[in-house]
Structure formats: C-alpha cells, structure tokens
C-alpha cells in the first residue's frame, strides 16, 4: 500500500466518476464510500480521484474494493419520482423524526452523568436538537411544497427550488460532521456505560440514514427535475 504521503494512483475510469455517480450505480458503493468516510451525499459531484486525495487515501484499493462489487446484485432504491418520494418520507423524514428525540434524550443523559469524563460528547445534545428543528423545517417544505410539485409535474424544471435544499443539505452535513467531531468518530471509551454504548449506536445508524437520505435526493431525485436526470 502507498505511502499516506503517496496515494496511489488511478487503475481505472472509475477514478474520474463523481462519488453520487457510483454510489447511484454500483450497489454496495455507498458501504465502501462510508468505510473510507468518503462524502456521496452532500459531497457527490466531487471524483473519487479528487475525494480520495484530499484524504491522502489509497485510490487505486478502493477502485478495486468498487470493481470486486458485483454489479448485477439488486438495489430496492426506484427511479420514478412518485416511489421515489414515498421511499424518502416513510424511509427517511418518518425515520429521522422518530430517532431523533431518542438520541437526544440519550446525549443528555450521557453529558449529564458523565459530565468529568475527557471524552464526553459535550454539547452533543444541543447540537442535535438543533440539527433537529433544522431537519424538520427542511424536510416540511420538501412535503408540503417541493414534493407536491414534483408529483404534479414529473419532468418538469424545478432547479431554483432544488438548489436552496441542496445549500440545506450542505448545511446539515456540516452539522453531521460536527457530530462525528465531538463524538471522535464514534470512539467509545473502554469503560462507557450501556447508555453512552446506545447513543453511539443510534448515531451511528443516524448518520449512515442520513447519508442514504441526502444521497438519494441529491443524486436519484433531484437531477431528474433539473435537466440532467
């Protein structure tokens, strides 16, 4: 393997593919992008060669970890903006609004309990319950306005609509970064409690919901009402 200050290079075009590409193309691409904490979602116009070296990752393994998956396995993510609609609101935006208090009840009591321990997620909660209030605003005017243009309209043009919930999903990625900072990647101290031990869980599931989500609006649905579908 390549030196950290070497990445190897490019064995394929698979290089040259934006990430939402890939991960909208090759079943099991999403799992190995998360393995490599590689950003599809908010992140997916950008290469994989370009991602990769940001990260100072090993391309050419991951070109061959994305070539090892069998591209014929079936993916239950439709095409058609309708299913595609009512996968996102019963998969994801249900999903979202029912996880979340939970993970804030968790955070709070985690802060609170173990308030003197180094590694203790401090201000977690309050940065969920931020992300919160900001997801559900996001996810009511894709129900109640975008959504219903969309159904109204298959194939129309609804870039200007479409470009304000991608800067939203920038900003929720950043607060998901955020997440992943104060909670150092999810890394759990040897003598964290049961409830410290669900919290990371659910966060962790959270996190790979809510990259599935973006990714599939940002790289499924959206492009088919902005004239590159």
């Known amino acids: 393997m390549s030196s950290p200050d070497t ?9 040259t593919r934006p990430l939402g590409h890939l991960a909208r193309d090759l ?10 904490r590689l950003d599809f979602c908010c992140g997916g116009e950008t290469t994989l060669e370009a991602a990769a070296r940001a990260q100072q990752l090993d391309i050419a393994a991951i070109e061959r970890e994305l070539l090892a998956l069998d ?22 935006h ?8 939970e993970l804030i009840a968790l955070a709070t009591k985690v802060e609170r309990v173990h308030a003197s321990h180094p590694d203790v997620p401090a201000g ?24 219903p243009m969309m159904r109204r309209n298959p194939g129309g043009f609804l870039a200007p609509p479409i470009a304000r919930m991608r800067e939203e999903h920038d900003d929720h990625g950043r607060m998901l970064q955020r997440v992943q900072e104060l ?15 669900a919290l990371y869980a659910g966060l962790d599931k959270f996190i790979a919901d809510f990259m599935q989500h973006v990714h599939t609006e940002n790289n499924i649905l959206f492009p088919q009402f902005e004239g590159r579908g």
């Open 7 to 15: 990445p190897a290079t490019s064995t394929s075009l698979l290089a």
């Open 94 to 101: 249900d999903v979202h609004r029912r996880e979340l208090p």
């Open 124 to 147: 977690l909660a309050t940065l969920l319950q931020n992300m919160q209030g900001e997801l559900q605003a996001h996810m009511q005017k894709e129900e109640q306005i975008l959504f």
């Open 183 to 197: 909670t150092h990647e999810l890394r759990l101290p040897a003598e964290a409690c049961n409830t410290w031990r």
């Open 27 to 36: 079943p099991g691409a999403t799992a190995v992008f998360r393995r490599h």
């Open 71 to 92: 591209v014929q396995a079936p993916t239950d993510t439709p095409r058609a903006p309708d299913a595609l609609i009512d996968l996102i609101v019963s998969r994801f």
